[in-house]
């Protein structure tokens, strides 16, 4: 498995793009000191004709001035977390394909060329970098684990198999960025973009790509536990807000279940002695019926909200260019 690492690692990679694309490259960063003028760096390398936009948000330490001496275009944002830097990232810059990027310097630069060719030549609109560690300090066992649970619970409720949703390094046609309403705050974020495409199904795809172990100094902000319940959390309401029916349907038939257990005994005692023995039991399963078809009739009409959303949602991704094709070809 090494050797095969090594080999991969040592591969050419197409570095030509077409000539038309302007190619940003988006990099959120908190106190990567670090970390970010190799980022900065490497992707420069990688990219000669890409822009390269560090945010940072709320650093205390060299962050910006490092970044803006790597040659980086420097923007802040205020308010904490990096769903809140995603999206001031989208807003404000303007180009035909988005690279976006930690700022660790964990992600493998020279993969970009042909995470980006793979997005243009097969007119995606979001490619994923498959992290690949190439040592086991890169990638730890609780984060792997984690990732594993999250992607395959994402995977049976919407439907379509990734192998990391939660992968920082990704591309995106302009198409994809100016039709996303970013709502997450936090780290939540990569699952937000990833629901998003399986909604609207959208054309994606996932590439192998080496995952380095962060630069000695350097600390993760990420805490398995915490983080991973926010973004479990994510998941379950984005279910709840892109499935209504589905869900309040659900939440429907346990109250209903739970309504026709308790009222069997004594439906059976009235049948027999024409009595019912037990008021406030038959009170509770009568409320909890009442909300089961309240709950049922709450989807129903939440589905037709979410559909009309996700026609908006669509009708603003097909107004954007396809990669490439500047006038929308």
């Known amino acids: ?46 990219l000669p004709g890409a822009k390269v936009h560090v945010y940072d948000n709320n650093s205390s330490d060299r962050t910006v001035a490092v970044a803006a001496e790597a040659g980086a275009t420097v923007g802040r944002e205020r308010r904490q977390g990096k769903g809140h830097v995603v999206r001031r990232m989208f807003a404000d810059v303007d180009a035909d394909v988005y690279v976006l990027v930690d700022g660790d310097a964990t992600y493998d630069a020279p993969s970009a060329p042909a995470m980006i060719r793979t997005l243009v030549d097969n007119r995606l609109d979001m490619v994923v970098g498959l992290r690949v560690d190439r040592v086991e300090a890169a990638y730890r066992a609780g984060h792997r684990f984690g990732n594993r649970l999250l992607t395959g619970f994402l995977s049976a409720v919407f439907g379509q198999q990734f192998r990391d949703i939660l992968s920082g390094y990704r591309v995106f046609s302009r198409r994809f960025v100016k039709s996303f309403p970013v709502l997450s705050d936090g780290f939540e974020i990569e699952t937000e973009l990833t629901v998003h495409a399986l909604e609207l199904a959208l054309p994606v795809a996932e590439v ?37 029916l589905r869900f309040f349907s659900l939440i429907g038939a346990m109250l209903a279940l739970a309504a026709v257990v308790l009222a069997i005994p004594l439906a059976i005692t009235y049948l027999e002695e024409g009595i019912v023995p037990r008021m406030p039991t038959a009170v509770l399963a009568t409320g909890m019926m009442i909300l089961a078809m309240l709950s049922l009739s709450s989807g129903l009409v ?19 260019p396809v990669p490439g094709s500047r006038g929308g070809g």
């Open 1 to 46: 498995m090494a050797e095969a690492l090594e080999q991969f690692a040592r591969e050419e990679r197409p570095q030509a793009l077409p000539a038309p694309l302007r190619v940003a490259v988006l990099v959120p960063c908190y106190n990567e000191e670090m970390a970010v003028g190799q980022v900065v760096a490497d992707f420069r390398r990688a």
């Open 302 to 320: 939440l589905d037709t909200v979410t559909r009309g959303r996700r026609e908006m949602k669509l009708l603003a991704y097909l107004a954007q």
């Open 208 to 244: 192998d790509t080496p995952y380095h172990a962060r630069p000695a100094g350097s600390h993760s902000k990420l805490n398995t536990w915490r983080d991973g319940f926010r973004i479990l959390g994510t998941i379950v309401k984005l279910y709840r807000s892109e499935k209504p």
